[in-house]
């Protein structure tokens, strides 16, 4: 048995481009790992928030946690897009790779879309 020497010894994560459904994907983990990451804050925020009608409003006025709010609100609505993508591919939707990308296209525009008007709405530039 010969060994093949032209196989790389060292690979360099840089020069490798991922396809766009890749990239999708390893979003969607990355989200859910956060999300559950930052859950005891959100819990903590929670109980905060009900602990009397001055420490939401406390909670509310501060602009920090308000910027905490739209980051974890992302990742929520990055994660539900995406999840919603696989969702559809386990139906057999998008299997082939243009439809792979077309779906990873999708996710990737409708959460920056949801993303950018949950982000006004939170940061109070629009009162609804």
Wanted: a neutral charge; aromatic letters at 10%.
């Amino acid at each position: 048995m010969t060994v093949n020497d032209k196989r790389p010894v060292n690979l360099s994560l840089g020069t490798i481009h991922f396809p766009l459904p890749a990239i999708a994907s390893i979003f969607h983990r990355i989200s859910g790992f956060a999300l559950f990451g930052v859950l005891p804050a959100i819990l903590w925020a929670w109980q905060q928030s009900l602990s009397s009608p001055e420490a939401f409003q406390a909670l509310v006025d501060c602009l920090w946690f308000r910027l905490a709010l739209v980051v974890v609100l992302a990742g929520v609505i990055y994660h539900f897009f995406a999840g919603m993508k696989h969702l559809v591919m386990d139906l057999g939707i998008g299997e082939t790779l243009e439809g792979a990308r077309l779906l990873a296209t999708g996710v990737l525009v409708l959460s920056a879309i949801s993303i950018a008007v949950m982000a006004v709405w939170v940061l109070g530039g629009v009162s609804w």
